[in-house]
C-alpha cells in the first residue's frame, strides 16, 4: 500500500516570493508521482507529473518539482508566486506497472495562500 | 475538445435516499475512475472502470457501485445514503495503459 504526507496544511506566501510545498511518499514498489492544483469549487487539474527519466519536471505555469527517490520526496517549488497561484495543491501517486491507470492515492492537500 | 464532465453540479438528498452521478469521459478515453473527497481533505478512490467491468476498488462499502456504458460514459450509484456520504464526488479519465488522470469539475452532493 501507498500512502502520501503532505506536511504543510496551510501555506502563506508574498507575492513575487518563492515557495515550496512539501511531499513525502511511502510505497514498496516503483512509483509515478503527480501534483494536482483545485482552485476553488472546481475540480482537480494535473499540474505536472513524473514518470520516469528525468528526475526534474516542470510546468508550463512555472512550478516544478523533483523526485528524490532517497528521500522518498516530490517537493514543488515556484520562484516567484503570484496572486492567480492561490489554490490547494495536491500530491499524489499510484504504482508504476507494466499497464497504467493505476488508482491514484492523495496527501491531504496544501492551501497556497498568496498575500499581496 | 471537450474535457471530462460530470452531472449534476450539485445535489441535495435526505438519509436513506439513493442517488445516481454521471460522467462522460474525455474522447478517446475508455478508462473512468471515481473518487470521493470529503470536505478538507484529499480524494479518496472508490473504483475504476474499464471494458465496462470494475477493475480496481478501493475500501467503500457495497452501498457504492458503478456502472460503465459501451460508450465508456460511467455512472455511480449510492444506496441508503448516511450524512458522511456528503462530499465532492470526482470523476476522472484516461486511456487504457496511461498513467495520467484528468478530472471533471466534480458534483457536490449534500445529504441532510
Known amino acids: 500500500a501507498q500512502s502520501v504526507t503532505q506536511l504543510d496544511s496551510q501555506v502563506p506566501v508574498f507575492e513575487e516570493a518563492p515557495v515550496e510545498l512539501r511531499c513525502n511518499y511511502s510505497?514498496?514498489?516503483?512509483?509515478?508521482l503527480f501534483w494536482y492544483v483545485q482552485y476553488p469549487n472546481q475540480g482537480l487539474q494535473l499540474l505536472l507529473k513524473?514518470?520516469?527519466?528525468?528526475?526534474l519536471v516542470e510546468s508550463i505555469n512555472g512550478f516544478e518539482a523533483e523526485f528524490n527517490k532517497s528521500q522518498t520526496s516530490f517537493h514543488l517549488r515556484k520562484p516567484s508566486v503570484h496572486i492567480s497561484d492561490t489554490a490547494e495543491y495536491f500530491c499524489?501517486?499510484?504504482?508504476?506497472?507494466?499497464?497504467?491507470?493505476?488508482?491514484?492515492?492523495f496527501g491531504t492537500g496544501t492551501r497556497l495562500t498568496i498575500i499581496p | 475538445d471537450a474535457g471530462v464532465t460530470q452531472s449534476p453540479t450539485h445535489l441535495i438528498k435526505t438519509r436513506g435516499q439513493q442517488v445516481t452521478l454521471r460522467c462522460s469521459p474525455k474522447?478517446?478515453?475508455?478508462?473512468v475512475s471515481w473518487y470521493q473527497q470529503a470536505l478538507g481533505q484529499g480524494p479518496q478512490f472508490i473504483f475504476q472502470?474499464?471494458?465496462?467491468?470494475?477493475?480496481q476498488r478501493g475500501n467503500f462499502p457495497d452501498r457504492f457501485s458503478g456502472h460503465q456504458f459501451p460508450n465508456y460514459s460511467s455512472e455511480l450509484n449510492v444506496n441508503a445514503l448516511l450524512l458522511g456520504d456528503s462530499a465532492l464526488y470526482l470523476c476522472?479519465?484516461?486511456?487504457?495503459?496511461?498513467?495520467?488522470?484528468?478530472f471533471g469539475p466534480g458534483t457536490r452532493l449534500l445529504v441532510l
Open positions: 476522472a479519465s484516461s486511456p487504457d495503459n496511461q498513467e495520467t488522470q484528468y
Open positions: 510505497s514498496s514498489v516503483s512509483v509515478y
Open positions: 513524473y514518470l520516469s527519466g528525468s528526475t
Open positions: 499524489a501517486v499510484s504504482e508504476s506497472r507494466v499497464f497504467g491507470n493505476e488508482k491514484l492515492t
Open positions: 474522447s478517446g478515453h475508455d478508462t
Open positions: 472502470y474499464y471494458e465496462e467491468e470494475e477493475r
